[in-house]
């Protein structure tokens, strides 16, 4: 279940945490990878392990805080890497109050996370079109749909990635082409790790599951949403989040 033999994959943020563990679950299953990142000599490192352990890669440097330049570098790639399977991962944080929130914080946030993604994603289905077939996945967060003092900007961003994805599905239903979103709730990173034990307890005893999420939790909700057996799962959010939201 969940191959995807014959698939290719294109990953924006593939360089490491949540977008990495997706390159590696999809490539597992199958999919040959194009990974999409700023950081070009990780994602050299971990294309060249995969391709080690049998798997087919491409490294990609992609800053989609720059999304005018996007189609370019998408159209240059080679015609064996067309993707068929999209996950919209890239996003950044820039926190402050609405008080205290600069134009550029907003900006540069809802630029990367949202603007990014329409750019990469306006380009790609134009080749799921023509093959009838496709997988848009776009990874939100659970602030997009329950709120989070001190980041309107990414909430703002977060939430209009399902917007933008419910719509898309309505657009795209009829080529065979799905699109969906994963929504995570708080997961185990550096910064995480980090925090006080009295902070931490405080944040487990709001999640029903008592504890957080792991990258491949995230991960694995993206191969189910990829994959075949998802076919008839559209304009859908996946709340992955151990019941934080629901």
């Given amino acids: 279940m969940f191959r995807l033999d014959g698939k290719t994959a294109l990953i924006t943020g593939?360089?490491?945490?949540?977008?990495?563990?997706?390159a590696r679950r999809l490539s597992a299953q199958g999919a040959a990878l194009v990974l999409a990142a700023r950081n070009?000599?990780?994602l050299s490192a971990l294309a060249e392990e995969l391709r080690a352990q049998g798997g087919r890669a491409l490294p990609l440097a992609l800053d989609l805080a720059r999304p005018q330049e996007v189609s370019e570098r998408l159209r240059g790639l080679p015609e064996d890497f067309s993707p068929d399977i999209l996950v919209n991962n890239a996003g950044i944080t820039a926190d402050n109050l609405l008080l205290r929130m600069s134009l550029e914080q907003w900006e540069t946030v809802l630029r990367t996370n949202l603007t990014g993604a329409f750019a990469v994603t306006r380009e790609l289905v134009r080749g799921m079109m023509r093959r009838r077939w496709g997988r848009v996945v776009s990874?939100?967060?659970?602030v997009g749909v329950m709120?989070?003092?001190?980041?309107?900007?990414y909430a703002a961003a977060k939430?209009?990635?399902i917007g933008f994805t419910k719509s898309l599905a309505r657009e795209l239903g009829s080529r065979g082409i799905t699109a969906n979103v994963v929504a995570p709730g708080y997961i185990e990173t550096a910064m995480t790790a980090g925090l006080?034990?009295?902070v931490r307890g405080k944040l487990l005893e709001s999640i029903v599951l008592g504890r957080l999420g792991t990258v491949e939790d995230v991960a694995a909700a993206v191969v189910y949403l990829a994959s075949e057996e998802a076919s008839y799962v559209t304009?859908?959010?996946?709340n992955v989040?151990?019941?934080l939201y629901i």
């Fill in 40 to 42: 070009q000599d990780r």
């Fill in 196 to 198: 006080p034990a009295e």
């Fill in 139 to 142: 990874i939100s967060s659970v």
């Fill in 159 to 161: 939430a209009g990635l």
């Fill in 14 to 22: 593939a360089s490491q945490g949540i977008g990495e563990a997706v």
């Fill in 235 to 238: 304009g859908q959010v996946l």
């Fill in 147 to 153: 709120g989070n003092a001190g980041q309107t900007n």
């Fill in 241 to 243: 989040s151990g019941g």
